[in-house]
């Protein structure tokens, strides 16, 4: 559905939410790769330990949720590299809630970065590409947005529109030459997930995760998930009818 990446060296990345988990997993494998790659989230420290081992990846520090902060990273990294190949929005947030203990400013918080935070990266980096002709966007999603799930009544529905985003981007953009790649992690060793008290099947670590969205890209994936033997059984039982999933859910979260 997309083009095939067969090589990428000196391909022009930049990653948004590098400083840990997936982000740097996956910044440190294009790196290993010979791509060149900006490594951005709000802790410069990090990126910058991360940097120093590649002499091809540049630190730079972005706030999501601050726009000017996107804005002047970008015009930077287009006066220093000329453009950008290819853009990858991981950052993004998980605070577990249920109804009995909603908290409209942790909603509010989760909006932020995990969705109005994409689209103003989106408003940054969407007219460059559009000028250029070529390149692509990855975002990262999450499988809890493919259906309700308990303790995420928040995380869920953001990454619900997530998905929805990356489909309508996708018929707006590949018609234009540039790539989609909607981006559904199952559950994946991180320190988001360090706080979870409950079962997660198929867990899967950082390295891995970073692994199946580079062979995924390389592949020209729209939708690439992981692991899939965890993750094709949501896509599956988001089918079914409401009181069989229901019904699963419980039995396999036992809450």
């Known amino acids: 559905m997309n083009p ?16 840990s988990g997936i982000g740097e997993e996956t910044a440190r494998l294009l790196l290993t790769c010979g791509a060149r790659v900006a490594l951005s989230a709000r802790k410069l420290a990090q990126l910058e330990k991360i940097a120093a ?29 000329g453009s ?33 935070g994409v689209y103003q990266c989106l408003d940054v ?9 070529s390149g692509g966007i990855g975002i ?8 309700g799930l308990p303790k995420a009544l928040v995380y869920g529905p953001t990454k619900a ?10 018929l707006d953009l590949r018609p234009k030459n540039i790539a989609v790649y909607m981006i559904n992690p199952g559950f994946v060793e991180t320190p988001m997930t360090q706080g ?9 670590s950082a390295p891995e995760a970073a692994l199946a969205i580079v062979k995924g890209m390389q592949r020209g994936d729209f939708h690439i998930h ?6 094709n059984w949501l896509r599956l039982a988001r089918l079914l009818p409401y009181r069989s999933y229901f019904y699963l859910v419980h039995k396999v979260t036992g809450l």
């Open 4 to 19: 095939a990446i067969r090589d990428w060296q000196g391909k022009r990345i930049w990653i948004i939410g590098a400083s």
């Open 53 to 81: 081992d590649y002499p091809m990846a540049e630190a730079v520090a972005v706030d999501i949720c601050d726009h000017a902060s996107l804005v002047a990273c970008h015009a930077g990294l287009i006066q220093k590299w």
């Open 84 to 116: 950008i190949d290819f853009v990858l929005i991981v950052a993004g947030s998980y605070n577990e809630m249920r109804a009995d203990s909603f908290d409209m400013a942790a909603v509010n918080s989760l909006i932020d970065i995990n969705l109005r």
């Open 125 to 133: 980096v969407l007219p460059a590409l559009l000028k250029q002709g």
């Open 140 to 147: 990262v999603g999450s499988v809890a947005g493919l259906s």
């Open 161 to 170: 529109a997530i998905i929805n985003l990356c489909e309508s981007l996708y």
């Open 196 to 204: 979870n008290d409950f079962k997660m099947p198929a867990l899967m």
């Open 226 to 231: 992981f692991p899939r033997r965890f993750t």
